[in-house]
T-cell receptor, first 113, second 111 residues
Framework: DAGVIQSPRHEVTEMGQEVTLRCKPI?????LFWYRQTMMRGLELLIY????????DSGMPEDRFSAKMPNASFSTLKIQPSEPRDSAVYFC???????????FGSGTRLTVV | GEDVEQSLFLSVREGDSSVINCTYT??????LYWYKQEPGAGLQLLTYIFSNMDMKQDQRLTVLLNKKDKHLSLRIADTQTGDSAIYFC???????????FGAGTRLAVHP
């Protein structure tokens, strides 16, 4: 298995633009998580899905953030409009009951200028 | 809510042992995890321990759990320069579903 695949690896965008981050979980994993990592706040759980259904989005910082999982093999995290303070590394992770811990993707480094 | 705390930085000499400490608040934790993050990479699961265990050993890694004090530690024997990374302690919150991470301990290994 290729692991959790995220794209793009790096994204530089101007303030006010829409940004879409993508994630392909490991086949067969029915949990998908989006985390954000910054120096100031560490790793924050933004939202997670179970069987494509959002279960807990209490970590989503603002209405500018939205996440979808239209099917078991794809999820997106969208920021519209983006702001400089959204600059961070965004990680996607997947897991399944019976497995220990999560498998993380390599992350998307977002820079908003 | 649940909280996981770690010291932020540790510097050791190559060949020495490293001990990274973590405290957590959720008394109902069933699993606790250690993850490693190398520069520019995602988090990699290093090891985990069940809450009914006191110790787990895996090659150079030893995990100690003191459930009474809610204290978890990771010992790396014979630390190598390749062990330089950020180490995260994580606790499961709300049952299986949510991993809550500490701030991470940056381990620097010098000759």
């Amino acid at each position: 298995d290729a692991g959790v695949i995220q794209s793009p690896r790096h994204e530089v965008t101007e303030m006010g633009q829409e940004v879409t981050l993508r994630c392909k979980p490991i086949s067969g994993h029915d949990y998908l998580f989006w985390y954000r990592q910054t120096m100031m706040r560490g790793l924050e759980l933004l939202i997670y899905f179970n069987n494509n259904v959002p279960i807990d989005d209490s970590g989503m910082p603002e209405d500018r953030f939205s996440a979808k999982m239209p099917n078991a093999s794809f999820s997106t995290l969208k920021i519209q409009p983006s702001e400089p303070r959204d600059s961070a590394v965004y990680f996607c992770a997947s897991s399944s009951p019976g497995l220990y811990g999560y498998t993380f993707g390599s992350g998307t480094r977002l820079t908003v200028v | 809510g649940e909280d996981v705390e770690q010291s932020l930085f540790l510097s050791v000499r190559e060949g020495d042992s490293s001990v990274i400490n973590c405290t957590y608040t959720d008394s109902s934790s069933t699993y606790l995890y250690w993850y490693k993050q190398e520069p520019g990479a995602g988090l990699q699961l290093l090891t985990y321990i069940f809450s009914n265990m006191d110790m787990k050993q895996d090659q150079r890694l030893t995990v100690l759990l003191n459930k009474k004090d809610k204290h978890l530690s990771l010992r790396i024997a014979d630390t190598q320069t390749g062990d330089s990374a950020i180490y995260f302690c994580a606790d499961v919150s709300g049952g299986y579903n949510k991993l809550i991470f500490g701030a991470g301990t940056r381990l620097a290994v010098h000759p």
